[in-house]
């Protein structure tokens, strides 16, 4: 077992086994963009889905929400996005590139990769300034005053703005929480390592609004919870971090930030973000709009503004961090083995069906296997090249179990049951079959790499 992980090796993985793909690949690509394959479709979605998980089934103080990603632009400008939203920026004269003026020491010269921007005397920058991050585009068919909107750099807002709908819909009173998963879009001037900072992303996004003395209470409360979530998960606890952010790191808005951190290849990077954002949002949105946005207790006839405590997380960081948590490679019997050990409400495929040979009724009696399982699970049927090839490729798609019908099952009616991560096989009985995997799938489960660190 190795835990040399490189991002090289996670992005030929994530080709290979049809997860990410470089977008417009046929045209050359456009810079950090991508396409999620098969196993990465099936992979994301259950990321989310257990996100979801545990912000509905889980809670009754929560409820979901898909706001529009245009939005007014007045939300924009009540945010504080249109003004403030901004990196600074240089341009170097010589090589055409534009560089993030607070990241020159960590970036690469156009001409000279081994020095950064500004380092050589053919480097001539420009002085910053500053860059706003957010997509415009225009609504209507002319291009015209009044016509500009924007594509939405957060989710949040369509959050804030929703407030007083969802607040007469759903019965709730604070504390309580909207949550909402969605694409966002920033033109970042220096995306890069794979999907970990693209200009277009989807994010997990709640907002929890509470009694304003309340707030730190629940701010604590979110950060255990959050930190959880991805230990439940099978992130190793070695691998995660709570940082908290320093006072001149602080946004505006907020009394209190936390990012819950894991160790990539490229060292300790942000997953989620944990924020007290206080009344900001909803008092901005009341000036700027004219309606209140507040919370009236007719119990004891108290009029305030919630406070809101954010817990705000990347999909796409957070699919790339279970991709390099579950990454391994293994020697066994003399031969290179490259697996994923995700955990099972993860991995995209659960069960994977191979007959050993495409004869004698094997492929038959395979599909009926298939056939039983795929209505309780997401099931693979899988007939091409060796069963040992077959085998890998599972491994590499992180699938927990393989399904392997011989000789023995056309007599018997049992097949062989392989552990993705013990590489144990049994003997078990074909009707046995549903019931079994779907118990072990819902086991308690904790990362194998944990047992050897």
């Known amino acids: 077992m190795t835990d040399t992980v490189t991002m090289d090796k996670i992005v030929a993985l994530s080709k290979r086994r049809g997860f990410i793909f470089p977008s417009s690949e046929i045209y050359g690509g456009l810079g950090s963009t991508y396409d999620y394959g098969h196993y990465g479709v099936l992979l994301k979605t259950n990321v989310k889905n257990e996100w979801w998980r545990s912000m509905l089934q889980e809670r009754d103080d929560i409820v979901a929400l898909d706001s529009a990603i245009l939005q007014h632009p007045r939300v924009w ?17 010589t090589c055409g590139q534009r560089f993030r003026a607070d990241h020159l020491d960590d970036l690469s010269c156009g001409r000279k990769p081994s020095k950064h921007p500004g380092e ?25 005053s009044g016509s500009t909107a924007y594509l939405r750099p957060e989710t949040a807002q369509g959050i804030f703005i929703n407030f007083k709908n969802v607040l007469q819909f759903s019965r ?26 693209t200009r277009e992303f989807e994010q997990m996004e709640m907002e929890y ?46 009394s209190a930030t936390s990012d819950v951190e894991y160790l990539f290849p490229i060292g300790w990077s942000e997953l989620e973000g944990i924020a007290n954002r ?16 507040e919370y009236f207790d007719q119990a004891t006839g108290e009029r305030y503004v919630p406070h809101v405590i954010e817990p705000a997380a990347g999909a796409d960081r957070a699919t ?3 991709l390099v948590d579950a990454y391994d490679e293994e020697e066994i019997d003399g031969e290179q083995r490259t697996v994923l050990k995700l955990h099972p409400r993860l991995a995209p495929v659960k069960v994977a069906v191979l007959p050993l040979v495409r004869k004698d009724g094997q492929p038959e009696l395979a599909r009926e296997v298939y056939a039983a399982l795929r209505g309780r699970m997401q099931t693979e049927y899988d007939e091409g090249g060796s069963i ?16 392997t019908i011989d000789h023995q099952s056309l007599e018997d009616r049992t097949v062989t049951v392989r552990d993705r991560d013990s590489l144990a096989q049994e003997r078990v009985a074909i009707d046995d079959l549903p019931a079994l995997l779907s118990e072990r799938l819902a086991a308690p489960w904790q990362s194998p790499k944990l047992a050897v660190a």
């Open 388 to 403: 040992g090839r077959r085998y890998r490729r599972q491994d590499e798609i992180g699938t927990p179990y393989c399904v």
């Open 278 to 293: 206080g009344a900001f949002d909803l008092t901005q949105h009341t000036e700027y709009s004219g309606e209140k946005l």
């Open 172 to 197: 709730k009173k604070p504390p309580f929480g909207i949550a909402q998963i969605g694409k966002s879009f920033r033109n970042e001037i220096t995306p890069g390592n794979f999907i970990f900072r």
């Open 120 to 144: 050589t005397p053919e480097c001539d920058l420009t002085p910053a300034r500053d860059f706003n991050l957010m997509f415009e585009t225009t609504v209507g068919p002319v291009k015209e």
């Open 320 to 322: 790339l961090a279970f």
């Open 209 to 254: 609004f509470v009694p304003p003395a309340e707030a730190a209470k629940w701010f604590a409360h979110w950060l255990a919870e959050r930190e959880r979530w991805y230990i439940d998960l099978g992130i190793r606890p070695d691998h995660l971090r709570m940082r908290v952010h320093a006072d001149d790191e602080l946004s505006h808005y907020s």
């Open 77 to 93: 400008e009540a945010s504080g996005h249109l003004a403030g939203f901004t990196d600074p920026l240089v341009d170097c004269r």
